[in-house]
């Protein structure tokens, strides 16, 4: 695997570039987290205002993506005004004073804010605000030019930190935090053409590390499974693991080695449904070698494999930490 990832390095950057500047035209690939400070605020209504708040990130060419861990999208509410109107049903009234802050949480700095008032009326609480929210418009020239402002902040960002980025990532994967590593990489946007560039090509070299290490972990645990019981339900347990082994790993033939082994010490009638298994599994690895020639292909379904790692790191990471941040500014 690691001669077919060094193949893969030195075609990658031409592989992406047109990817690089499809994205260009239609975002900046740029992401914010929006986030609502408030505890208080009643659930509804926070779905009501980070909905619009979404929106007003992709009006920008701004995603809201859930690797992204650094730069946020704060919203905090103060109620400058609660009262009930002696109406028939009683209706509650509410003005608000909104504060968005665009910032990073890593070094608790903010970007730049905007204050908007906003006023609602409900039967509830929840209703009330929901009213107030639903007067923010995305498209609001203010809110807009904050959000024009700070963008090009982020992107001074990580044009000018794009070495740490990367050191930072090997760092990570030298402590075999691989998914971690290939989040931070994959955060970059595509706007910053030549560390997303870079960070990309990092990430598929470090995804060839995590494969590796992977790869050898299955086999360890097959071997393992093997001594402790030499018989046909263990080998039957075996099969199931290494057939998650990807035939292009470096070591792939220490796996056929594995496998000759334990053929040779079963009965004629276990034998039979192991070369079975075997056989289904030759024909599954075939098919992947066969996916595999097509190099374009096997280039994206990397590309592919980095962003839904850094995906799913970012959704496993807690929130509290930033809500904590966020709190504080």
């Known amino acids: 695997m690691k001669n077919r990832i060094k193949v893969l390095i030195a075609v990658f950057v031409t592989a992406i570039l047109p990817v690089t500047v499809a994205a260009q035209e239609n975002t900046s690939g740029i992401s914010l987290k929006a986030v609502v400070v408030d505890d208080d605020i009643p659930a509804a209504a926070v779905k009501n205002i980070e909905t619009k708040l979404q929106r007003a990130l992709a009006s920008n060419g701004i995603g809201d993506m859930d690797y992204t861990q650094r730069f946020v999208l704060a919203a ?3 109620v400058v005004q609660n009262d009930v109107m002696p109406s028939n049903p009683p209706r509650v009234s509410k003005k608000l004073d909104l504060t968005l802050m665009v910032g ?4 608790n700095k903010i970007y ?8 609602g009326i409900g039967t509830n609480d929840t209703k009330a605000f929901i009213s107030a929210f639903s007067r923010v418009n995305p498209n609001n020239e203010e809110l807009q030019a904050m959000l024009a402002a700070a963008k090009k902040e982020i992107m ?3 044009e ?3 070495d740490y980025i990367i050191s930072n990532a090997n760092s990570l994967a030298g402590q075999q935090k691989y998914d971690e590593a290939i989040a931070r990489l994959m955060s970059v946007p595509e706007v910053c053409k030549d560390c997303y560039e870079k960070c990309q090509t990092a990430a598929v070299n470090i995804f060839g590390q995590r494969l590796d290490a992977d790869c050898s972990a299955l086999l360890n645990e097959a071997k393992n499974e093997w001594m402790h019981s ?8 075996v099969a199931g693991i290494i057939s998650r082994i990807d035939p292009l790993w470096q070591d792939y033939p220490e796996v056929v080695k594995f496998r000759d082994e334990i053929s040779a010490k079963l009965s004629a ?3 039979r449904e192991w070369d079975m298994m075997v056989k289904k599994y030759e024909d599954e690895q075939a098919f992947k070698k066969q996916q595999y020639e097509d190099e374009q292909q096997f280039n994206q379904s990397i590309v592919d494999a980095c962003r839904e790692i850094g995906v799913a790191w970012g959704k496993n990471q807690p929130q509290t930490g930033t809500r904590n941040i966020t709190r504080l500014w």
């Open 112 to 119: 730049e804010t905007c204050t908007m008032t906003l006023a």
């Open 156 to 158: 001074a960002y990580y």
């Open 230 to 237: 030499k018989d046909a339900e263990a080998a039957a347990k």
């Open 160 to 162: 000018n930190n794009c």
């Open 76 to 78: 905090k509410v103060d």
């Open 269 to 271: 009638d276990e034998k």
């Open 104 to 107: 990073d949480v890593i070094e």
